[in-house]
Structures are given as structure tokens and as C-alpha cells.
């Protein structure tokens, strides 16, 4: 079980690889979406990578790391997103969730947490806000007329980040009270954390399919003219 557990440690923290050599060596594209994917896999897998090192060699937990990398795979989202699609009221949802976002990060790492815990206000308005951003998208599909959506990058991005961030939500949540207050077992936590692994596994490599669809030509926005 033990060998299986560190197997797919090593695969959620490569997983973002595929994507990322595929970004630098083999795409043709220049779109502004692709560069947004290759910058999300790329925090994705420094993010991994020292929390690896960081557990071994310098502290106990990696949540500096964690809050560290989700504020900035937050503003790169954002980014994102704003490129995906071109309604101005979906415009103004990010940018409120931004300033909110802002607000209660500068707020809670003030008074409530230090960056050696999980913040679960960044966390879960994270998970909040992308889930919500994902489904969007969906809606904004449903009303774009298109022949295969096994062809269309932009449902796959929005796919990618609504399986992850659906996925943690609940460790977001109740990441600090299972470990500090209810001391969880390691077998108990370990389950948590598969999940935790399953879903990044699945992000990068759903991202990964959407730079190939981007790179084969597909729109891959519902705002082309901005997004390329």
C-alpha cells in the first residue's frame, strides 16, 4: 500500500510535465489560452515538487508552499477565465471575487492563520469561485452552438478545473480541523489525500488534452478575437 501511495505522489507531482514540454517543444500556437494553461501547469508542478522537499528537509507540513502557490494560480485563473469567455457581468463576477479574495487573504493571514497553516478562507473561496467560473462556461456552451464537444478546448479547461476543485473542496474545508483539532490517523488522512492526488492527476492531464485541441486549431475561447 505504502509503494502504491508514493507511486501516485510521483505521478500527481510529474503529471503537469506532459503539458509543459508539450507547451515549450511542440506547439505551433501562440494563443493567449494555451500560455494561461502552460502557466497553471507549471506553478502546478513547482508547487509539487517543493512541497516534496520541503516535508523532507525543512518542516513538518507544506502549507507555506500550498498558500503560497494558491494565491498565485488564483490571479492566473483569473486571468484566464477573463480570456474565455467575453460577457462583461462574467467579467465583473472575477473581478469582485478578486478584491474579495484579496481583502480576506490580507485579512485572515493577519489576524487568524500564519503561512504554516491552511488557510481555509483562500482555500475554499478558491474552490468557490472556479467551480462557479467552470459551471459558467458550461451555461455559456450550452448557448454556443458547436459539433463536438470532445472538440472543444474550452470545455475541457472548464472540465479540468470543476473535477479538481469539486474534488477538494471538502479537504479545503476541513484540512486544518482533521489534523490539528481531530489528530486524524496517517490511514484515515491517507484517503483524503488520494483524492487530493486523483484530482490533480486528472486536472493536468485534461489540460494537457486541451493545449493539443488548442495546437490542432480548435477555438479555444467564446471570445476568439481576444484570445489569440
Request: proline share 2%.
Amino acid at each position: 500500500m505504502e509503494t502504491f501511495n508514493d507511486w501516485l505522489i510521483d505521478l500527481s507531482r510529474v503529471s503537469a510535465i506532459a503539458g509543459i514540454l508539450f507547451y515549450l517543444f511542440t506547439r505551433s500556437s501562440t494563443s493567449k489560452v494555451a500560455t494561461g494553461l502552460f502557466l497553471v501547469l507549471t506553478a502546478s508542478f513547482l508547487a509539487d515538487s517543493l512541497n516534496y522537499f520541503f516535508i523532507r528537509l525543512v518542516y513538518p507540513n507544506s502549507f507555506i508552499i500550498g498558500n503560497i502557490w494558491i494565491i498565485a494560480n488564483y490571479l492566473v485563473l483569473i486571468w484566464l477565465f477573463s480570456i474565455l469567455i467575453a460577457s462583461s457581468s462574467y467579467k465583473r463576477y472575477l473581478i469582485v471575487g478578486l478584491l474579495f479574495f484579496g481583502t480576506g487573504a490580507t485579512i485572515t493571514f493577519t489576524f487568524y492563520y500564519s503561512f504554516l497553516e491552511s488557510n481555509t478562507f483562500i482555500r475554499l473561496w478558491s474552490n468557490v469561485t472556479f467551480i462557479i467560473a467552470s459551471i459558467s462556461v458550461y451555461f455559456q456552451l450550452l448557448k454556443t452552438p458547436t459539433k463536438k464537444l470532445s472538440q472543444v478546448p474550452i470545455f475541457w479547461i472548464a472540465t479540468a478545473f470543476f473535477i479538481y476543485y469539486s474534488l477538494v473542496l471538502l479537504l479545503s474545508i476541513f484540512d486544518n480541523f482533521l489534523i490539528f483539532d481531530q489528530r486524524i490517523s496517517i490511514e484515515a488522512y491517507r484517503i483524503i489525500h488520494f483524492i487530493n492526488l486523483m484530482a490533480n492527476i486528472a486536472k493536468n492531464f485534461i489540460l494537457f488534452y486541451a493545449l493539443v485541441l488548442i495546437d490542432k486549431g480548435y477555438p479555444d475561447s467564446l471570445n476568439p478575437a481576444k484570445a489569440t
